[in-house]
C-alpha cells in the first residue's frame, strides 16, 4: 500500500478570515469519520498539489496534525474554484484500517488501440472511475486500462476485463461497457443528421419556422 504523507495545522478561523488564509496558500479542511470528532484544518496548498499530482486522491494519506497527531485518512471532497485555479475546501474521511471502505478509484487509459491509429477511430470513455470495496491497505491509486485491446469497432473494454487485486473488490456491474472506439460519421452521416434535428425542431409545440420575406408577404396579401 502506497501511503503519502501531508502535514495539517489546526484551525479555528472561520467566515471571512478564511479567505485570509487562502490569500497566504493555506487550504480550509476538515477531517472526520465514523465516531471521530470533526475538526478544522489547515493545510499548504503547494503541499496539496504535489500529493494530488503524484498519488492522486485515491491513496490513504498520513494526515499529521499539529505535527503529532497521526490520521489515516482519504480524500472524501475537494472543492475547486475553477477560474481562479485555487482549492476553497477540502474534506478528508478518517478510515479504520481493519475496516473494508467504499469509495471511487480513477482509471488511467494506456496504450494505443488499432482501431484509433489505423482506422480512425474516436476512443470512448464511458467512465473515468469506478467504485471499489476493499480493506484501506489495498487500496489502488488507480486502475489501469490498456485500450490496445480494443483492435476493431466490434471490441470494447468492460468492468469485467480490468484487472485488480483480489483483494478488491469493483461495485459495477461486470458487463459495464468502460471504452469503446466508434467510426467517426461521415459527411452525408453528418448532414443527414443536421437535416433530422431541423425537421424535429420545427415539430415541437410552440416553434414556428421563419418564412422567407416574399412569402410572408404573399401570405399578407391573400
Known amino acids: 500500500m502506497e501511503k503519502v504523507l501531508l502535514e495539517a495545522k489546526k484551525r479555528s478561523e472561520r467566515g471571512r478570515k478564511v479567505n485570509k488564509g487562502r490569500k497566504e496558500g493555506l487550504v480550509p479542511a476538515v477531517v472526520y469519520g465514523h465516531g471521530v470528532e470533526s475538526t478544522s484544518l489547515w493545510v499548504n496548498e503547494l503541499d496539496l498539489r504535489r500529493l494530488l499530482r503524484k498519488s492522486g486522491e485515491s491513496t490513504i494519506i498520513d494526515l499529521k496534525i499539529d505535527g503529532k497527531d497521526d490520521r489515516n485518512v482519504l480524500i472524501h471532497e475537494i472543492q475547486k474554484d475553477g477560474i481562479l485555479d485555487r482549492f476553497n475546501h477540502i474534506d478528508f474521511f478518517q478510515v479504520r484500517m481493519n475496516e473494508a471502505i467504499e469509495t471511487g478509484v480513477e482509471l488511467v487509459f494506456i ?95 410552440g416553434v414556428v419556422k421563419e418564412e422567407a420575406p416574399a412569402e410572408a408577404e404573399k401570405t399578407e396579401k391573400k
Request: net charge negative.
Open 111 to 205: 496504450g494505443e488501440s488499432k482501431a484509433v491509429k489505423e482506422m480512425s477511430g474516436i476512443l470512448v470513455k464511458n467512465m473515468d472511475e469506478v467504485e471499489v470495496k476493499c480493506l484501506p491497505a489495498d487500496l489502488p491509486s488507480h486502475i489501469d486500462v490498456d485500450i490496445s485491446a480494443i483492435e476493431t469497432f466490434d471490441d470494447h473494454i468492460t468492468v469485467a476485463d480490468l484487472k485488480v487485486s483480489d483483494k478488491v473488490k469493483i461495485l459495477a456491474e461486470p458487463e459495464t461497457v468502460v471504452a469503446l472506439v466508434a467510426p467517426q460519421r461521415t459527411d452525408a452521416e453528418m448532414e443527414a443528421l443536421d437535416t433530422k434535428v431541423e425537421a424535429d425542431v420545427t415539430k415541437v409545440e
